[in-house]
Structures are given as structure tokens and as C-alpha cells.
């Protein structure tokens, strides 16, 4: 039974989900919610759907200054969960950036299923379906543009025990046309490579390293490297550097640090926050305006079945 303060954040969760992803005009694809893959694996690898075996809620808020009003901002929202006795699992996407220098809104859909191949490792197989919005210039028009969903299809494999796991996925299939824009360039199908794992530093301290690799055609590797630090399963700090590979920002590639900071309160919600000295997605920063992002983030488990790792 949830108590009336899990409840309010229940439903302002649901709220969220159902209101908070209104649709505008868009051109870039899900860069923002792509680089949340920490704080959300299934944002890059839909494999990842129920391997938390219980039905989850994450919440992020994404804001460039918080001291001016209607400063760019963007919210993503997933959930994902289990049925047949953990051997399936289903889960939902939604985000609406305005960050970047385009709007974007996207919405998908995933399915894993999930098989044990041992006693100690289980493998998860899974895809993806949804929509971009985006602004999409015919050919012989001049500035105007009509707005047009794309489908979006990704697929990925996960393989995990009670203290590593690998996850490969292209959470992106399709080539899409988008007409006589110049920003086509920057419709990402990236492929990931994920490795992690947990480790008992002490009895009430646990360390999660944590790998990722990134390949485009035609683009460099792109490697980060970090990991977090929990303290009696209660508070989690971490660090992680991530290369910029293939994206260029002022005509470098972005190299950039997130720091981040995680707070359970009680069995049922953590909250977290997140800094980032760059910001991925912007394409055409100048050199007068902050480099630097804010999150925000809201989790939630209504039936926890013991500390979420990732």
C-alpha cells in the first residue's frame, strides 16, 4: 500500500507522462535523451526494458540556467516493467527537448524478453518502435517546412549477472530523407557498446564503473569512462568523462565532464542531479553563453524488490 506522499509523486508522474511532452516544431533528432543512458539505460539499449524486474518511473528535467525565467529547458519521462513472471518486459519513452537549437519531440515504445543461459547470467533480447516529430523541407520550398513523423526503429541484446553486465544496441535503424535541410548530417545512428558492473568496496560502500563506446560510420570512436560511488545503498556520487566522437561543437569534438549526485528517499524515490560543463545537442553555441547544462531527476518505484544499482 503507498503512503499518501507516494502517491503524489505517483501522480505527478503520470501527469508528466501524459502532459508534459507537448509537440512543436522540430529538426534534431534525441540526442538529450540518448546521453541520459546513465541515469536511464534503456535510453540507448532497449534490451534493457524489466531488467530491474519491477515496474519503475524516471523523471528528468533538463534546464540551461536556472535563474533566468523561460530559459531552454526539455523533460524526458520512461517507465518500464515486467510480466510473465519477469520473463517479458514492456516500456515507454517521451521527450520534448528545447535545449538545442531545434525542438525536438520523440515517443517510443520497447519489448525485451529475457532468458536465463545459467545460473548466474541472463540474457535479454529487445526492441523498440516510435516517432520523431520534425520539420521536414520539401524540395522547391524556401524557409517554410511541414512538420512530419518519422519512424524510429532500434534494436539490442543484454547480458548481465549480479555484478557485470554488457549491453550492445542500435537504438537507431532507419535513414531517413529529410528533404533539402542542411542539419540531415546530424540524424544519429549510432551503435553502443555498454559495460558495467558493481563492486563492494566496503560493507556500505559500493562502486559502479561504468564503459561506453560509441561507433557512427564515417565518425571516430567515441569512448566515456566514470563511474559512482554509493554510501549504505542512501546517497551516490559520481563522475564521468565522455568524448564527443563523431558530434563537433565550434568545430572540435565535445570532450566533457558530468558530475552527479543521488539521494534515496525512503524505499521508494530517488533524486538526483546532474551536471554536465557541455551540452551535446547544441549545435551552434556561441561563445558568450554558457557551455553547461542542469538536471534534475525524479525516480520512482512503486513495489521496490531491493537497491536499484543501475
Partial sequence: MMTSFQSRIFSFLTILAIFGFSAGKTYAQREVLYEQYLQNPMAINPAFTGVRETFNMTA??????FTIPNSPTSQTFAADGTF?????GVGFQALNDQTSYFTTTAFSASFAYHLAISDTWKLALGGQGGINLLPVFDVGSSLNSNNR??????????LRSENLYLGVSKPELLSQSFGQQQIATYYRRPLYVMVGGSYDLADDVKLLPNLLLVQEKDYKLRV??????WFNEKVGVGATYRTGGGYSYGGSNINYLQLSAEVMVGRNVRLGYFYSTK??????????EPKGIHELMLKFVPNPNGFQKY
Fill in 149 to 158: 513523423a518519422l519512424g524510429s526503429v532500434g534494436i539490442g541484446a543484454w
Fill in 279 to 288: 551540452q551535446i545537442e547544441q549545435f551552434n553555441a556561441t561563445s558568450s
Fill in 224 to 229: 566515456d569512462v566514470g563511474g559512482r560511488v
Fill in 60 to 65: 528528468m528535467f533538463r534546464r540551461k540556467w
Fill in 84 to 88: 510473465g513472471n519477469g520473463k517479458f
